[in-house]
């Protein structure tokens, strides 16, 4: 079973920069971010596919997120750009076993999540 490690987060002001990080104790075929806020169910964020770097996008953070990864390092990273009080969610780090990353049914393994909290 893999292991996800998340790091980074925290608590930045509107317009803000924030960086997650999600250590693979193995290569998966992609990994994903997915984030889930009080009360709502968890929504994905981004994507990325682990030879190819092919990367998939929710429409709220498209132009703001980018997801990359270090295959050297197993390493997948989200940049969250232009921070909005609706980005405020714990952010988890997901193994998926195909491209479907929308979809929370492809993961097998989570990450513990990350809190982000953005204020004005």
């Known amino acids: 079973q893999v292991q996800l490690v998340e790091s980074g987060g925290g608590s930045v002001q509107t317009g803000g920069n924030v960086r997650l990080s999600c250590a693979a104790s193995?290569?998966?075929?992609?990994m994903g971010w997915l984030r889930q806020a009080p009360g709502k169910e968890r929504e994905f964020v981004a994507g990325?596919?682990?030879?190819?770097?092919?990367?998939f996008y929710a429409d709220s953070v498209k132009g703001r997120f980018t997801a990359s990864r270090d295959n050297v390092k197993n390493t997948a990273y989200l940049q969250m750009n232009d921070l909005k009080a609706e980005d405020t969610a714990i952010y988890f780090c997901?193994?998926?076993?195909?491209?479907?990353?929308?979809?929370?049914?492809?993961?097998?393994?989570w990450g513990q999540g990350t809190q982000v909290t953005v204020s004005s």
């Open positions: 997901g193994a998926a076993s195909s491209g479907a990353v929308y979809s929370t049914d492809v993961y097998y393994a």
């Open positions: 990325i596919g682990w030879r190819g770097g092919r990367t």
């Open positions: 193995e290569p998966t075929n992609y």
